[in-house]
């Protein structure tokens, strides 16, 4: 333990958190948001999508063994991980947009901790009751009914945390396969593994270290406050109104003093147990209960709602000094982020769209970098990869172009150098070929010749050319 001159310990000991229910529109919400959000997550890698015969027929799949990513009709191979880029950069462009907009409504309402706690606690409570009875039973001594309520809520966390890691892991490979695997025991072992430590961090991360994640493990709240202006919406509270606070005055005269009446409830919901009122906090993960809750108060003591609201720095400004307020969404910011994505948005759909389907690669033989053979001639070594991306076989006729006398050699399909071959690759896959280029003794090259490797599909009247280089001694 890190201590002080002093010998006091340098760091306060975490306090538990045990969040109060609450109830209203932003409770309701939140539920609904879950409720979309688990079903997409449960649904999705069930949902099958034909591809053909052999092919994977998972609408959304990351296949790691097969090196291919699918969405519905979009396939991904290695080569183009250059798309899952541009999905990153949207998502990141995404949630800078979102947190302008609208705070950290990310972290709030749609981020799997938030969501996976929000379950989580909703267990603890159905089990061992709302906050004042969970306190309760925590300082109780250990009993056998204690022991048997803790070991139901953790069975429970459990099951929920195998189901939502087994889904996790079926994104990543054939879910019905995979299940059906699974219960007839033929899950691999490394599969396993991966399982026992997605339900162990679920387990640990929403059950355990709920608020914790969000104030000391997650990096988003440390640089999210430079997406906010004072024209973000915002949790705040509002000072001006509610202070000076204090208890509930028995005639209901709030004359001379503020609206809060320092119930403390708005503190209780709170997911991270922070109290708003001490101003906008890095903690605050912008779950709005604590306007649920306020709202709540004040209808119950007849006072004007929104005391705790949703709104903007400038707003709260406009409002403690009388003044009109209203809601800028198009501002500078706003503007550059929503062009930024329009643009990543629109340069992803264009390159999806009009991407090759076959492509090739040639590597040059760099050691030798040309072999002078018995007769005189000249040969250079290349290795020539044909990736063809569509689902049925294409056989490519071979040519070479700008290098006079020049013939090719390919292991296991010419024997003697020829003018043209034919090399056939199978659908869905990558054909490998070795090539040798042979150009005869005398022939006009020095240093290094451009030389084009010309592919003409002749199934598919598809038509590449791909630059190389023919080294040879200098003249
Ligand atoms: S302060 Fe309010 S909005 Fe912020 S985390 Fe707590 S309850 Fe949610
Ligand atoms: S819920 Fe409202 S009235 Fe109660 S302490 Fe919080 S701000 Fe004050």
Redesign the pocket.
């Known amino acids: 333990m890190t201590v002080s001159s002093q010998g006091r310990s340098l760091f306060a000991a975490s306090r538990k958190v045990y969040p109060r229910a609450a109830s209203g529109r932003f409770r309701v919400l939140k539920n609904r948001v879950n409720a979309v959000l688990l079903t997409l997550y449960f649904v999705a890698p069930w949902i099958r999508w034909h591809r053909g015969p052999g092919a994977a027929d998972q609408a959304i799949l990351l296949d790691m063994s097969g090196r291919r990513g699918y969405f519905f009709g979009i396939e991904i191979w290695p080569q183009e991980v250059y798309y899952l880029t541009g999905l990153l950069v949207l998502g990141a462009i995404g949630l800078f947009f979102a947190t302008a907009l609208f705070g950290r409504v990310w972290c ?1 309402f749609t981020c799997i901790q938030t969501v996976f706690t929000d379950i989580f606690v909703a267990v603890e409570r159905a089990i061992e009751g709302d906050r004042n009875a969970r306190i309760k039973f925590d300082a109780q001594p250990l009993s056998a009914a204690k022991l048997r309520r803790k070991l139901l809520k953790n069975a429970v966390w459990l099951v929920i945390a195998l189901l939502t890691s087994w889904t996790w892991l079926i994104y990543f490979s054939d879910a019905v396969q995979s299940t059906a695997d699974l219960f007839h025991g033929r899950t691999s072992v490394w599969m396993l593994s991966m399982w026992v430590v997605f339900t162990a961090s679920t387990f640990l991360f929403a059950g355990y270290a709920r608020e914790q994640v969000c104030i000391y493990m997650c990096p988003w709240p440390r640089f999210q406050s430079a997406m906010f202006d004072e024209d973000s919406l915002i ?1 705040t509270y509002e000072a001006w109104r509610g202070e000076p606070r204090g208890k509930a005055p028995k005639d209901g005269d709030f004359a001379g003093r503020g609206d809060c009446i320092d119930c403390g409830l ?1 503190v209780q ?4 147990g ?1 109290d ?1 009122r001490n101003g906008s906090q890095l903690a ?7 306007i649920d809750a306020c709202n709540g108060v004040m209808e119950k003591i007849g006072r004007p709602g929104n005391l705790i609201s949703y709104d903007s720095v400038t707003n709260q400004v406009a409002r403690a000094k009388g003044l009109p307020t209203r809601l800028r969404l198009v501002r500078p910011r706003t503007a550059i982020y929503a062009a930024i994505l329009l643009a990543v948005m629109i340069g992803l759909a264009a390159v999806l769209t009009t991407r090759a389907r076959q492509t090739v690669n040639i590597l040059h033989e760099r050691s030798p970098l040309y072999v002078r053979l018995s007769d005189g001639s000249i040969r250079n070594g290349y290795t020539v990869k044909i990736l063809n991306m569509q689902r049925k076989p294409q056989d490519y006729q071979l040519t070479l172009a700008g290098l006079d006398g020049a013939q090719l050699t390919v292991i296991g399909y010419t024997d003697e150098p020829v003018d043209s071959v034919k090399l056939p690759v199978p659908g869905d896959a990558v054909g490998v070929f070795r090539v040798y280029v042979t150009v005869p003794k005398g022939a006009k090259v020095g240093g290094r010749t451009d030389v084009d490797f010309v592919f003409t599909g002749l199934s598919g009247g598809a038509f590449m050319t791909q630059e190389s280089l023919f080294a040879a001694p200098a003249k």
């Open positions: 709030g949790v708005c919901v709170c997911p991270t922070i708003i605050c993960i912008g779950c709005a209960l604590c």
